[in-house]
């Protein structure tokens, strides 16, 4: 029964994903005048699927060698640590984000 209810999400995710990805094709075709098939956008899908995956195993086990049960803002950036400019973007929204925790926090 288990396995059941989590195939079923896992199908509802994948059903949420390829109306998103489609929805984006779909703008960007419309703003280039270009065509699309079905298909396309079915195999983008599972691709960013795979990739979506791929990125959940990553953080988990990045996560599990700290020592730690929960991923945080550290396994991402440690993901994002081979592209530079993601970093950089990540990076500087942490940042800001503890910035603005900690000046909450000194109201107080």
């Known amino acids: 029964m288990a396995d059941e209810s989590e195939e079923e999400v896992r199908e509802q995710l994948k059903g949420a994903l390829w109306f998103a990805v489609g929805k984006m094709v779909d703008e960007e075709t419309l ?63 942490v940042d800001k984000q503890k910035a603005t925790k900690a000046k909450g926090k000194s109201k107080r």
């Open 31 to 93: 703003r280039r005048n270009r065509n699309v098939t079905p298909q396309f956008i079915g195999a983008l899908t599972e691709m960013v699927w795979a990739q979506i995956e791929n990125v959940a195993l990553d953080l988990e086990n990045f996560s599990r060698h700290a020592g730690r049960t929960t991923v945080n803002t550290d396994d991402v950036l440690l993901l994002a640590r081979r592209n530079q400019d993601l970093h950089a973007i990540i990076k500087d929204f």
